[in-house]
């Protein structure tokens, strides 16, 4: 609802407007540069004001609740200004690719190659998860491998920009890489075993019967978009995007500043440290039920992680959290028996467990 | 008079479109029929791969994201 509401709230833009004006667009540019700036000055200082703030209301500075207000008022701005600078640049790169486009590079690939561009694609195709069944219809109906199909699915909602940012934003570079190389593994090898398998007796047979048009292939002129067209798509997705998830990112970051500030230090290493071995399959059982977004599961593994859970075993948790969701299967239910979402869902969760218990062996 | 179809299952993004089809033709005063269409069949048989799609008089207009009143305006006029 948010989301609707803020997307109104700007003018609309008429068209005199989206032509190329250069008076126009020169204060585009500054107003853009400016924006850049501010950013910059208000994420290098979020240090500094988180300390600042707690000392100005006359709290305890070693107290609980000194604590977690710092980390509050510290990572929400922090995480928001990354998560806003992302996700206009996604909307950007975007507009570059549709899912027409998407399937034509994949009609007709050998299935090993296949599956790594398929898994890459899943990144930077738009897509909403509302589209699963037209994606999956037209895609193999038209000569992409049943497996290249399901690495597409695997990665297009695992391996998204949001939880790249909150992982990079909160834990540091290196384990948002370590998340975008894991997570595109488990999608090649996941979409490469179904494939092996063949399961194409399970999916639904009315699958095949529906010749899809094959119509005009982009009727929205996709072709000639100006800059300004994928600066507006770029503003459109963070209005859309950051209007959605914000809310959850806020509750995330609160709980995990709870658990910063008074679970003790230790605290989750006896259960959910790297001694335990069966915390990596508990942590999948529990994530593949949860449908939560990357916004507001990533907070809280990060005080997790904090207080002694082992870096695999949260990693999984995450993963299983944001890649397998109960209302996708249901929407894929359409076009599929039962018994491949199982496989689906087996063979996912399988990789996932692997990528834990790699990480807890490893680091 | 045009017929104008909004294609999706019926999620938030369908219905938006749908209203700002509305919208958009009420502003521009064209008089058309707008049709939901939420039967997988025929929206994969129009060559639709994401939702929500705009078909105009057979033709695909747009499709996989919510355009704004204006722009909806450009593409009906």
Redesign the interface.
């Known amino acids: 609802m948010k989301s609707?509401l803020a997307?109104k709230a700007p003018p609309?833009?008429?068209?005199s407007d989206t032509a190329p004006s250069p008076r126009g667009a020169a204060r585009r540019w500054a107003t853009g540069l400016g924006l850049l700036l501010l950013a910059t000055f208000l994420y290098r200082n979020l240090e500094w004001f988180s300390v600042w703030l707690p000392g100005r209301l006359g709290l305890d500075p070693a107290s609980h609740l000194t604590s977690s207000l710092s980390f509050f008022l510290y990572e929400a701005p922090k995480v928001l200004l990354l998560l806003i600078g992302v996700v206009f640049a996604v909307g950007i790169v975007r507009s570059f690719f549709?899912?027409?486009q998407t399937?034509r590079l994949l009609a007709g690939r050998r299935e090993a190659a296949g599956n790594v561009l398929a898994a890459l694609l899943g990144i930077v195709t738009?897509?909403?998860s509302?589209?699963a069944?037209?994606?999956f219809?037209?895609?193999v109906t038209t000569g992409v491998p049943l497996g290249v199909t399901f690495s597409f699915l695997i990665s297009a909602p695992m391996v998204n920009e949001v939880a790249l940012v909150l992982l990079w934003g909160l834990f540091g570079w290196k384990i948002a890489a370590l998340y975008l190389i894991t997570g595109l593994t488990v999608a090649r090898v996941s979409g490469w075993v179904i494939g092996r398998l063949h399961l194409e007796r399970w999916v639904e047979s009315?699958v095949y019967r529906?010749?899809?048009?094959?119509?005009?292939?982009s009727?929205?002129a996709e072709a000639h978009l100006r800059w300004t067209d994928r600066i507006e798509?770029g503003r459109?997705a963070v209005i859309d995007v950051v209007g959605k998830v914000w809310p959850f990112i806020l509750a995330g970051i609160a709980i995990g500043a709870g658990i910063h500030g008074y679970v003790p230090r230790d605290f989750l290493a006896g259960i959910m440290g790297k001694d335990a071995w069966w915390s990596v399959p508990v942590a999948v059982l529990i994530g593949v039920p949860m449908y939560s977004n990357a916004a507001g599961i990533i907070p809280i593994v990060q005080a997790l992680l904090e207080k002694g859970a082992a870096l695999g075993t949260a990693l999984a948790f995450m993963m299983s959290v944001i890649a397998l969701s109960l209302p996708e299967m249901i929407?894929l239910r359409?076009v599929l028996r039962i018994q491949l979402i199982l496989v689906f869902a087996g063979v996912v969760a399988l990789g996932i467990l692997i990528v834990g218990y790699l990480f807890n062996l490893l680091i | 008079m045009s017929t104008v179809q909004v294609l999706g299952p019926g999620c938030k993004n369908c219905q938006i479109l749908y209203e700002r089809t509305q919208q958009a033709t009420q502003e521009i005063g064209l008089s058309c029929q707008i049709e939901k269409i939420t039967d997988m069949e025929t929206i994969v048989g129009l060559g639709v791969l994401s939702t929500p799609a705009l078909v105009v008089d057979g033709a695909l207009r747009l499709q996989g994201r919510v355009p704004t009143v204006e722009q909806l305006k450009e593409i009906l006029a």
Request: proline share 14%; net charge positive.
């Open positions: 609707v997307r609309e833009r008429t068209r549709t899912p027409q399937r738009p897509f909403c509302c589209s069944v037209p994606l219809i037209g895609f009315w529906a010749a899809p048009g094959t119509g005009p292939q009727g929205d798509r459109a929407i359409k």
